[in-house]
């Protein structure tokens, strides 16, 4: 699904060589948060490593227009650490963004959906408040929704853990491990700890 | 409705429809001190040369001007601080993983609503002043006759286009200029009000730069 090879980057100084197969939880475990923001960059076409190749579902992404990268970039769906939402919007309106203008499904449909997971997650709030009345948890909850919304291939998770106490961890691992049941999932943790939490003891 | 045309809507709304009392307002203002000043220093009586000059300075040049100026003041400072907000905190590479194109989705729909925004709103503008010099006419026990047929026999397509055709250009150029300077911050948070007042100035010199041309380009034609 997403071959690396002899990834190097400006922050990334460790020869990067894996593969991520489907349908499998894969955990990354970064030093620093500058290697997971370059990664995710590298990811999704937005930069270019210093040496090494990425291969996005078959196609080296070295050799893709800007468009072609955009309309592979549907396929992936990212969990910002902190949410990763637009501030002039609200809570609702960026839950339905992506989804909404790559035309995944119509509109009500995907708002039905967006509730659903809602309820999934146990929000009770009015979704339509800003993006500043949210907390941590609650931010990153509506990253991890926005993501999912788009059906991606894969899912990322950005430091999920990070910022959050105990018990919010907990919960929210659970919540995760659900959603990745039937879905391609990659984990980027700052530190092997973590994988504990997603029940995974093998991860690479 | 696409996301696109939510923030064009928006947009709009936020430049043209919420700075419309702002524009009648001075521009009833400024045409009512335009005719009432030219009445005091001419002591001319006769309308019809108040409705020729009033003509003449609000729609080739004050009109499109003034309008630029509060579009710049009110629209193009929160476009450059919004953006450079949005910059900062990631979200344009939010929005970019997500494969939304910032250039279709953020850039795009502020040009388009500027541009529209400045043009209608210098209508509103030219329109609101002429209504104070109609006022003015009252107030002095002028003819209406000749203060009408004064301003309608001064309508001159052209004239009416190239007012439209500025501020369609302002309108551009300060949503460019404001996006662009937006768009430039780097790390520091300390740089969006240093960008935002690079964008007025830059904004404001450009509308300056712009009017002069375009007089002296319709100035050639002629």
Known sequence: MIKIVGLLGKYIDKEMNFEIKERLKTVIVFEKHEQAEEFLKIITGMERPKSGDVYLFGNNIKQLSRDEMINLRKKIGIAFKDGGLISNLKAWENLLLPAVYHKVANQEDIKQKAKSLLEEFEFQKNPMITVAMLSILEKKVFGIIRAYLVNPMVLFFEYPFDGIDFMQKHWLAGKINKLCEKHTCVFILSSNAQTDLLGLTDGH | ?222
Not at chain 2, 162 to 183: A, M, R, T, Y
């Open chain 2, 1 to 222: 409705m696409s996301p696109t045309k939510t923030v064009l809507l928006r947009q709009l709304y936020f430049s043209g429809i919420e700075s419309l009392p702002a524009v009648v307002v001075s521009g009833f203002l400024i045409g009512f001190i335009i005719v009432f000043q030219t009445i005091a220093i001419t002591k001319v009586q006769i309308s019809s040369t108040i409705g020729k000059i009033l003509v003449w300075l609000i729609f080739k040049e004050i009109g499109p001007f003034f309008t630029g100026l509060i579009v710049l003041v009110r629209s193009g400072s929160a476009i450059s601080s919004e953006l450079a907000t949005m910059k900062l905190n990631r979200e344009i590479d939010y929005l970019e993983a997500m494969g939304i194109k910032p250039e279709e989705y953020l850039i795009s729909p502020r040009i388009y609503a500027l541009i529209l925004s400045t043009v209608t709103l210098s209508l509103y503008f030219q329109f609101s002043a002429l209504l104070a010099g109609f006022l003015v006419v009252f107030i002095n026990s002028a003819s209406f006759s000749d203060y009408t047929s004064a301003i309608f026999s001064q309508f001159v397509f052209k004239d009416i286009a190239v007012s439209l055709i500025k501020s369609g250009i302002f309108g551009f150029c300060i949503s460019l200029i404001c996006i662009w300077h937006g768009l430039s911050v780097k790390k520091s948070p300390t740089q969006i009000p240093q960008r935002t007042t690079k964008a007025l100035s830059h904004s404001l010199f450009a509308l300056f730069a712009i009017d002069a041309l375009i007089n002296f380009a319709v100035s050639l034609l002629e």
